[in-house]
């Protein structure tokens, strides 16, 4: 019995060496599409040079549709990187933010507040947990466009993107407001495992010097009071600053008609200029940033707002919605 | 109401797949584990609370329908049983001449207690799965507007449900004893790896070997989990992969040319044998885990050379049951044989029996569609198959004197693989229907591959918008070629499991790591894949 055991062992052993080495090759050398990197844009932060982002925004849809790291270092000096995917969980959230403390250092991280609400089930999160841990089952579906170069070259992620994780949307489709953030006593509950990993956030800023801020973009679809009162209450609880800007009409004067791309479900470019000026403001006004506009290390930071005020799309086709 | 949400009921849907992470990385090694950590005398009890608790977990409240099934059949049971017993003492203690009308006394109350009990059951299964069915048919041939009963089905009940009436038919017939022991009873009728897809066991085929079984053996385990390994194969490789072209063509077929059409039919064809052989796989793998020998539910169907033939090998153990409980009672009762002997006499030896067949014949296909779902499409797909093998019945005599004129010999390879794959083309288009979104769009879809046969519209743009590339097609090809091998040899009556035991151990892990290795890059999961349910576990 005990050289069966002895024999499960070494088989599990070199299935294991066997698992890395393809895990190896299937791994993505660089963080763009070509290379095989998913969702390239919320991973387009592993390409900036080491320590230069300032303040790391995190979220699903909301997040990349509302906040322009261009227009806050235009007005403002200070650099950002929208991590933010289509229907990100927060368990998602958690391990982007885990992966750029590792070449970062941000001193704010926003997290944008939808996706606090979004539940999800342990059969989403294991796939996605072991697909961390084990290359080869996220990347498996590589075997269709490997290249020689998979086989040998070193995992390098050179990729400096040039929309900084913002997408672009210059569609209008005015939204319905009759219903928008109408006072009311109720709260909606928070799921208790998303409270969790705001807690672990929390931490992990804490443990990196940084500060954990929650912000809720203004949409009208999506919003209500009774979220801004649950949001609110987890915040006060754990001590975290909440930023509700649909109840900030005055500094951020979203209009409805103009600055929705979808009917009041994200912002367009108007709309997210709005947010990220009063955003840069506000960040400004925490003292904790330089102004780099001048900064010779950042000057590839102006290139980059030259394409954005020239209304270049650069990234876009790399973008996934 | 505390207790129930903190045991999930009916939360986890996904534990109906074998092959969903849930299933395979927690439930399964669970079950293994928990088993394997109970005394001897426990074990029996430990699969018996793992069945019921993956059943209470897939289908929460519903675990009541599956106790009905247990609790009547085994009452009824040991009621036929007693009858059985009564009428055995009053036949010995009675006169020779009085014993014939003891015995038909006793034979009408244990007919009597066997139509509650079957009818019960199926009862439950034809009100929750076919009201709905019904009702819309009243409705729409009457013009009236009852409203449509949409009832929530419990997870495996048109598996254990025949299960059940076996058992019943079993006692009564005296194939097996009444089962005085309720959990051997609840054990036969939930064991978990079988109860979503089946095979649909018989008594005496599995209820003493799962009350028995005993340690779980290295053997056993590691032939189990190389078993569920194949089977992992045929479903995440071949079968999730067609998903995506099969679903595209089948639910807008009307956009697609004939030859699309025809080609989604094989690709369909091919998907539902990797996926419900495949479950079947990883049903007999555990079970062999535990010690239990399942039987086999497919015996390489695609080298049939009639449709008879086919049905012996796919999907067995319905084909039995129907066989057994419909096909033989219907034939062998006194209106049947007596209408054979008239047949017979008029119509000959070869076509006489043919009357009173075709009527049992009727009634196995008629079931036999019915039961996979409550729709005309499947009523359609019976039909087609109770006409295909009654033809070929009718017309055996007339083929067999043109193949001797043409010299045509059926043992000659070539004519076996013109039947072979004649075969082929005609369970092809059974599936086609079969699949089909209504008997409508079957229809429709097979007038277009009559008249449209042409396949110039399926290029890159096409199999893009359908979310499946040459390399996928390929990789298919490959494992289906794989899959082909294994099953030649194995109706050469190479054993390659067999031979594979007996290789030395670098040659049989190098198999077992190419395997694994090739599920986990090949498999169709992740993302950009939906996870695709078995497909067996709708019917």
Same mark, same amino acid.
Not at chain 2, 307 to 316: G, K, Q
Not at chain 2, 494 to 513: D, E, F, N
């Given at each position: ?168 949307? &210059? ?151 | 109401? &505390? ?72 009452? $009824? ?27 038909? %006394? ?38 009236? %507007? ?153 015996? &390489?169907?695609?080298?049939? &050379? ?108 070539? $004519? ?7 075969? $082929? ?115």
């Amino acid at each position: 019995m005990g050289k069966k055991i002895l024999s499960g062992i070494v088989f599990f052993l070199i299935l294991l060496v066997l698992i890395a080495a393809a895990s190896y090759v299937v791994l993505p050398k660089n963080n763009t599409r070509e290379a095989g990197m998913l969702t390239p844009q919320a991973n387009g932060f592993l390409g900036e040079p080491e320590n230069t982002i300032d303040v790391l925004f995190l979220g699903n849809s909301e997040s990349y549709c509302g906040f322009v790291p261009l227009e806050i270092w235009k007005e403002q000096g200070i650099t950002s990187y929208v991590c933010g995917s289509s229907a990100q969980k927060l368990y998602q959230t958690e391990q982007y933010l885990r992966s750029a403390f590792r070449n970062q250092s941000p001193k704010i991280v926003i997290l944008e507040t939808l996706a606090v609400f979004v539940d999800y089930g342990r059969t989403e999160v294991l796939p996605d947990m072991a697909g961390e841990w084990v290359p080869l089952l996220r990347y498996h579906d590589r075997w269709k466009s490997l290249r020689a170069e998979d086989w040998y070259k070193p995992v390098r992620y050179t990729h400096v993107r040039g929309d900084k994780g913002y997408h672009t949307f &210059r569609e209008i489709e005015p939204a319905d407001t009759t219903d928008y953030m109408i006072p009311t006593e109720e709260v909606r509950r928070v799921p208790s495992k998303n409270i969790r990993h705001i807690q672990n956030m929390q931490a992990l800023c804490q443990e990196h010097g940084a500060q954990l801020v929650l912000v809720s973009v203004p949409s009208t679809a999506n919003w209500n009071q009774a979220n801004h009162n649950g949001i609110a209450a987890v915040a006060d609880s754990l001590g975290i600053t909440y930023l509700d800007l649909n109840l900030m009409p005055e500094e951020v004067p979203i209009d409805w008609e103009t600055d929705t791309k979808d009917k009041g479900d994200h912002m367009n470019i108007t709309g997210a200029r709005k947010v990220s000026d009063f955003m840069g403001q506000w960040l400004a006004e925490t003292g904790l940033f330089e102004d780099k506009r001048s900064w010779e290390a950042y000057s590839q930071w102006n290139v980059f707002l030259q394409e954005y005020l020239e209304d270049k799309e650069v990234d876009k086709t790399d973008f996934d919605k | 109401m &505390r207790i129930f949400s903190l045991l999930q009921a009916g939360k986890h849907a996904t534990l109906t797949s074998f092959f969903s992470p849930m299933y395979l990385a927690f439930f399964l090694p669970a079950c293994i584990l928990f088993y394997a950590v109970m005394p001897k005398r426990g074990k029996k009890y430990a699969l018996l609370l793992e069945s019921l608790g993956f059943f209470w977990l897939v289908s929460g409240q519903y675990i009541a329908w599956l106790l009905v099934s247990i609790v009547s059949i085994w009452g $009824c049971g040991l009621w036929i049983g007693w009858i059985q017993q009564k009428r055995d003492a009053a036949v010995k203690a009675a006169e020779k001449p009085q014993r014939k009308a003891i015995k038909q %006394k006793y034979l009408g109350y244990t007919r009597l207690v066997l139509a509650l009990a079957a009818l019960g059951n199926l009862g439950i299964l034809l009100v929750l799965k076919y009201s709905g069915f019904f009702v819309q048919n009243v409705n729409s041939v009457f013009g009236l %507007k009852i409203s449509v009963p949409a009832y929530v089905m419990p997870i495996g009940i048109s598996f254990y449900t025949l299960q059940a009436i076996s058992y019943l038919f079993d006692v009564y017939q005296g194939t097996v004893k009444a089962d005085r022991n309720l959990m051997r009873v609840a054990l036969f009728l939930s064991f978990f790896p079988q109860i979503v897809e089946g095979p649909i066991c018989r008594y005496n085929q599995t209820a003493d070997q799962l009350w028995n079984a005993g340690q779980i053996r290295y053997d056993n385990l590691t032939l189990g989990l190389q078993r569920i390994g194949f089977g992992l194969m045929k479903k995440l490789v071949v079968a999730d992969r067609l998903n995506t072209f099969v679903e595209g063509v089948f639910d807008q077929y009307w956009e697609f040319q004939g030859g699309v059409i025809a080609i989604a039919a094989v690709c369909y064809t091919i998907q539902l044998y990797m996926d419900f052989s495949g479950s079947m796989d990883a049903v007999t793998g555990m079970a062999q885990i535990f010690g239990i020998t399942m039987p086999e539910n497919f015996k &390489r169907p695609f080298f049939s &050379r009639t449709i008879s033939e086919f049905w012996t090998r796919w999907h067995v153990t319905l084909g039995t049951w129907f066989k057994d409980y419909i096909f033989y009672p219907v034939t062998m009762s006194k209106p049947m044989k007596k209408l054979t002997g008239a047949a017979r006499k008029k119509l000959g030896n070869h076509f006489g029996p043919l009357v009173a067949g075709a009527i049992a014949l009727f009634c196995v296909w008629f079931c036999n569609g019915v039961w996979h779902g409550a729709a005309w499409s499947f009523i359609f797909f019976g039909m087609y198959h109770f006409a295909l093998i009654l033809g070929g019945s009718l017309i055996a005599p007339a083929v067999k004197k043109l193949n001797e004129k043409i010299g045509f010999s059926p043992e000659k390879p070539f $004519c076996h693989l013109v039947q072979v794959l004649r075969t $082929c083309v005609l369970v092809v288009i059974g599936e086609l229907f079969f699949r089909a979104a209504g008997l409508r769009a079957g229809m429709n879809m097979f007038g277009r591959m009559v008249t449209d046969f042409r396949f110039s519209s399926l290029n890159a743009a096409l199999l893009e918008a359908l979310s499946i590339d040459g390399a996928d097609f390929l990789i298919v090809g490959v494992t289906v070629l794989i899959v082909f091998v294994i099953s030649l040899l194995n109706e050469k009556g190479i054993c390659v499991r067999g031979s594979l035991q007996k290789k030395p151990t670098p040659v049989r892990w190098a198999v077992l790591y190419a395997l694994i290795l090739y599920i986990i890059i090949f498999g169709a999961y992740g993302v950009g894949y939906v996870p695709v349910d078995p497909m067996y576990a709708n019917f």
